[in-house]
Nanobody
C-alpha cells in the first residue's frame, strides 16, 4: 500500500519560512517524479515544484522555494522562504511516473493528505 505522509505546515508571519516534508512508503521512490502542489480556498490545485533529477518551479515561487529529496529516506522536502499571504494554501506532495511535463495534477499517481500553510500579514 502506497502512503505519502506530509508534515511541517503551520502558521507563519509574512516573510517567514517553513519546511514541508513528505515521507513515502510502499513504492520504489527513486523511480518517481516528486512534486508539490497547493490549493487555496476556492481555487484550483496548482503546480508549485517538481523534481526527479532536475528541478522545476512555478514562476511565483522561483527564488523563494526549494524542492529537494532524500532517496535513502524516501522523502521529498519543500523549503519555503520569504512567505507571502498569497502563499497560504493546503500543500500536497505527489509522486508520479515520468510521462510528460509533470506539471498537471492528472499526471501524478499518488497524493498525500495535505498540510495547511497559513501566512499572516
Amino acid at each position: 500500500q502506497v502512503q505519502l505522509v506530509e508534515s511541517g505546515g503551520g502558521l507563519v508571519q509574512d516573510g517567514g519560512s517553513l519546511k514541508l516534508s513528505c515521507a513515502a512508503s510502499g513504492l520504489d521512490f527513486r523511480g518517481y517524479v516528486s512534486a508539490w502542489f497547493r490549493q487555496a480556498s476556492g481555487k484550483e490545485r496548482e503546480f508549485v515544484a517538481q523534481m526527479r533529477y532536475t528541478k522545476l518551479y512555478n514562476d511565483f515561487v522561483r527564488g523563494r522555494f526549494s524542492i529537494s529529496r532524500d532517496n535513502d529516506k524516501n522523502t521529498v522536502y519543500l523549503q519555503m522562504n520569504s512567505l507571502k499571504p498569497e502563499d497560504a494554501a493546503v500543500y500536497y506532495c505527489a509522486l508520479g511516473q515520468p510521462r510528460g511535463s509533470e506539471l498537471l495534477p492528472t499526471e501524478y499517481d499518488y497524493w498525500g493528505q495535505g498540510t495547511k500553510v497559513t501566512v499572516s500579514s
